[in-house]
């Protein structure tokens, strides 16, 4: 028989319904495009759901990184702990400006960023710690938020993958003096391209004016109400608000968000049942007290217990059974920019990357699942089916 289906199943689909639709028309029929009305309504839900002081919708991730680090005054000559195990986003815009990103190893069940090499890696430069909290799966909120305050760090949370998640009744994204969001096309709600900074608010505020060129006031204050000419730059700044256009999908969203993480934990609780067992394959740990937000269902496939790597795996999935799967991530001190770069290894003189053994292993045999709530049952029972017979 061939079981061959004709329909691929990728790896991540974004579920966008008639809300986002009407209130993206609603923006663009109401004369105001741009950083107005829906993005401070976005600022204001998504502060109160993470009970953050203020908040700042930007143009992705990414910028609200750069403009909280940049409003945490971290520059040359500073050094900022983060895991390599990440998205090159974090120690890109610690690069851009100008401190040293310093790679420390990661968690061997959560892949998170480990404490304890965290604690390790602190010197007498260290300025701040950017942890991630891995495919949705906090990292220790409470062990980081001690180890920030005892040695005088900023904490500054990239919480792209964990909107909806919390450790020991903490929510990922409240602890942190600063806390980053993701609403890329790919992420736990989207806006297409989009991002927020949340946090202490003289810490946002430093942000905002950055963000919008240093100018001291924003158009939609100025609109109406003062001549639009009618401002100063108070700093050099960059230019990265989040338009209203955004804005409304980024809203429709997030008030479908708890549906969304449900649906994803369903999905998870299905894998987790179905897969449990197969050799070779682990299936990610989720530690007491933890509700884990599941952007993604990593695996790790050990080719010393099955006979077959990650990569076979990925290959056959996607040619033989048409279903697509992701890695996270390429280390980021194996990237190109970072092997030339001198970033050095402050913990004795040891290469680069040598010490980041579980970071590397996890790097190779780490594979995500397709995940996320426009699947149906018959979708998942696909991909468990594919993985027995790969496996089996
Ligand atoms: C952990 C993490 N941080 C930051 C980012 C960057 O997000 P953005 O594309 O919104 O800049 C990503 C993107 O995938 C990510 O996975």
Redesign the pocket.
């Known amino acids: 028989m061939n079981v061959r289906p004709d329909i691929f199943l990728p790896w991540n689909k974004p579920s966008i319904g008639d809300e986002e639709i009407t209130e993206v028309t609603d923006v663009l029929r109401s004369g105001w495009l741009t950083h107005g009305p829906r993005a401070v309504q976005f600022e204001y839900e998504v502060r109160e759901a993470l009970g953050q002081e203020d908040s700042f919708a930007v143009s992705?991730?990414?910028?609200a990184?750069h403009l909280g680090l940049l409003a945490a005054e971290v520059g040359i000559g500073d050094q900022v702990i983060t895991p390599s195990l990440?998205?090159c986003?974090?120690p890109n815009a610690i690069v851009q400006t100008g401190a040293d990103p310093v790679f420390v190893d990661v968690d061997p069940d959560t892949y998170n960023i480990d404490l304890t090499a965290a604690e390790a890696a602190i010197t007498k430069d260290t300025k701040a710690i950017v942890v991630?909290h891995y495919g949705g799966h906090p990292c220790d909120l409470v062990g980081f938020r001690k180890l920030a305050d005892d040695h005088g760090l900023i904490l500054i949370e990239?919480a792209?993958?964990a909107l909806q998640a919390s450790r020991a009744g903490r929510r990922a994204g409240s602890v942190g003096d600063l806390t980053?969001l993701?609403?890329?096309a790919?992420k736990v709600i989207t806006s297409g391209?989009?991002?927020m900074l949340l946090g202490r608010a003289s810490l946002v505020q430093r942000a905002r004016l950055l963000g919008r060129h240093g100018i001291d006031s924003s158009v939609w204050q100025r609109h109406g109400r003062r001549n639009t000419a009618d401002y100063e730059v108070t700093v050099p700044g960059l230019k990265a608000v989040m338009p209203d256009i955004t804005a409304a999908v980024g809203l429709q969203q997030f008030r479908k968000l708890s549906a969304f993480t449900a649906r994803r934990r369903e999905i998870a609780e299905l894998y987790t049942n179905e897969l449990a067992g197969l050799p070779g394959l682990v299936l990610p740990t989720v530690l007491d007290g933890v509700e884990h937000g599941w952007f993604l269902y990593p695996v790790l496939i050990d080719p010393a217990a099955c006979g077959v790597t990650r990569d076979m795996v990925s290959e056959v999935l996607r040619s033989d059974h048409l279903i697509g799967t992701s890695c996270h991530f390429k280390p980021v001190h194996t990237l190109a920019a970072y092997q030339r770069r001198e970033c050095r290894n402050l913990l004795g003189g040891a290469r680069i990357g040598d010490f980041l053994d579980v970071t590397n292993r996890v790097a190779r045999q780490q594979l995500s699942l397709p995940c996320y709530p426009a699947m149906a049952n018959d979708d998942v029972m696909r991909v468990v089916r594919a993985l027995h017979a790969v496996l089996s």
């Open positions: 992705s991730c990414t910028a990184l990440t998205f986003a974090a991630m990239d792209a993958h980053t993701s609403f890329y790919n391209e989009g991002g």
